[in-house]
Nanobody, 120 residues
Framework: QVQLVEYGGGLVQAGGSLRLSCAASGHTFSRYTMGWFRQAPGKEREFVAYISWGGGRTSYADSVKGRFTISRDNAKNSVYLQMNSLKPEDTAVYSC?????????????WGQGTQVTVSS
């Protein structure tokens, strides 16, 4: 079992930055690939970023590439999402998710989400 809790959401002006954190419980965090997803009002949840269990591979949605950076610290059981040059269209509830390394596309555990609001 993995429990995930996100931190760091809030209200920011367009062009600003936020750093989201996701803290995981359990001693096997390093065996999980981690992802960030977001869901805007009236829209389906969408993929934002992914990082492999060891941190050596990352992937981003085209809409955030070059602006967002995903990272992890396995010693702290945490994954982060640094968001720069924020746009109003980045407004959404952001959630982190965990997938066991043998099935990296199957996200089994999800956090409750944190609201990010970008004002124009």
């Amino acid at each position: 079992q993995v429990q995930l809790v996100e931190y760091g959401g809030g209200l920011v002006q367009a062009g600003g930055s936020l750093r989201l954190s996701c803290a995981a419980s359990g001693h096997t965090f390093s065996r999980y690939t981690m992802g960030w997803f977001r869901q805007a009002p009236g829209k389906e949840r969408e993929f934002v970023a992914y990082i492999s269990w060891g941190g050596g591979r990352t992937s981003y949605a085209d809409s955030v590439k070059g602006r967002f950076t995903i990272s992890r610290d396995n010693a702290k059981n945490s994954v982060y999402l640094q968001m720069n040059s924020l746009k109003p269209e980045d407004t959404a509830v952001y959630s982190c998710a965990a997938a066991y390394y043998t099935s990296p596309q199957e996200y089994s555990y999800w956090g409750q989400g944190t609201q990010v609001t970008v004002s124009s």
